[in-house]
Each structure stands twice: as structure tokens, then as C-alpha cells.
């Protein structure tokens, strides 16, 4: 159970690396996130919906680590679950728990809590224009698709394990 929670905190850091650097490095990546509000701000601050090419850069680059890193510790857990001896059952919970984890980190976290309790909206139209901006914050976004989500990742993780235990079975 401990390394269920280890690789669940581990996709988390992974994560959130993503959502941060990504915000920084090519902030055009939030108009794909946030409220139409927000999105209103940004354009309202000057900051392009287009990306740069350093920015499309940035962002392939970072896309392509987090994505490697993230594959593999999918495959690891896996690899783990199997070698230890964990039936489907097991390694299907395993992937739920790293999942789930997640999901539920990235909703309450990254959507809400960031965005709408801390200053790092602002912070990031402050880095970008060099203005100090009159919104720090922004309203909550729940678009209810994260229930969707988290019923998908159910049958996601119980594909995976049924792979991996054949794979490695």
C-alpha cells in the first residue's frame, strides 16, 4: 500500500512540475484551462493566446520529459505490481489509488485552490507584462467533467493490469 501512495505522489510531483513550469515557460497553455473570465483577463493584460516559437519549444520540451517520467513510473508500478506478485485485482487498485491521486490533486489543488487562493494568476500576468495587475485571482473552474475522469481511470487502470500481467506473467 505504501508504494501505491509513493508512485501516486510521485505522477502528483510530476504533475504539478508540468502545470507550473508550463504555466511560466508558455502561459498561452491557460487558455486552454481556465474560465472564460480569465481568459478575458489574460487579453485584457496583452498576453497573446499564440504561442511563440520559444514558447512551443518550451513546451514540447517539458512535455516530453513529464511524459517520459510519467510513463515511466507507469510502467514501474506496473513492473513492481507484477514481480511482487499482485493479482489483477491488486495492481488494478495500485493504478486507481496513482490515478485517482492525481485527478483529485490536480482538481482541488491546481484548479481551485491555486487559481482561485493564491496570487500566482497575478503573479504569472506580472512576470509576463511587467505590470502589476488589479486581479491576483480568479473564479473557481468546474466544468463536471472530473467525475467523467475518474470513472474512466477505473477502466484505464484495470487495462493497464490486465497488460502488464500479461506482459510479464
Not at 12 to 27: Q, S
Not at 67 to 94: C, D, E, H, P
Not at 135 to 146: A, I, L, R, T
Request: charged share 15%; hydrophobic share 55%.
Amino acid at each position: 500500500m505504501l508504494l501505491n501512495l509513493l508512485y501516486g505522489v510521485i505522477g502528483i510531483i510530476l504533475l504539478t512540475a508540468f502545470c507550473l513550469i508550463g504555466a511560466f515557460a508558455a502561459p498561452q497553455v491557460a487558455y486552454w484551462c481556465m474560465t472564460p473570465n480569465a481568459k478575458k483577463i489574460l487579453e485584457d493584460h496583452g498576453i497573446s493566446r499564440k504561442f511563440s516559437l520559444k514558447g512551443k519549444i518550451s513546451l514540447s520540451i517539458l512535455t516530453l520529459v513529464i511524459g517520459v517520467l510519467y510513463i515511466i513510473t507507469i510502467i514501474s508500478a506496473g513492473k513492481q505490481g507484477v514481480t511482487s506478485g499482485m493479482n489483477f485485482w491488486q495492481l488494478t487498485l495500485r493504478f486507481v489509488i496513482f490515478f485517482w491521486m492525481i485527478s483529485i490533486f490536480d482538481a482541488v489543488v491546481l484548479d481551485w485552490w491555486m487559481f482561485t487562493k493564491t496570487k500566482i494568476f497575478g503573479i504569472l500576468i506580472k512576470q509576463k507584462t511587467g505590470k502589476t495587475p488589479e486581479v491576483w485571482n480568479v473564479e473557481p473552474q468546474w466544468d463536471g467533467k472530473e467525475l467523467h475522469k475518474l470513472i474512466i481511470e477505473i477502466f484505464a487502470s484495470a487495462m493497464l493490469a490486465w497488460i502488464f500481467l500479461k506482459l510479464l506473467n
